[in-house]
């Protein structure tokens, strides 16, 4: 989630990810709590059963299986 839990620049643009590392360099406790914000929503959105049921869902839909 851009500003809460990281920074989204333009693909390969050099000048943007070299503003956007700065930027966080120079704030670091914005730094901290961006990292803070990543992990807590990595551990509680992307648990194993969370990821495989999404695979699943995916799959299911580009099958044409409805599920009841």
């Known amino acids: 989630v851009t500003g809460n839990t990281g920074v989204l620049v333009p693909p390969r643009n050099v000048a943007a990810i070299r503003s956007a590392v700065q ?3 120079a704030h670091e406790d914005r ?6 914000s990543a992990a807590r929503r990595v551990a ?4 194993w059963s969370n990821v495989a049921s999404r695979y699943i869902a995916q799959l299911q839909t580009l099958a044409g299986v409805q599920e009841e």
């Open 44 to 47: 509680s959105e992307f648990t």
């Open 31 to 36: 730094a901290q709590r961006m990292g803070n």
């Open 23 to 25: 930027e966080l360099a």
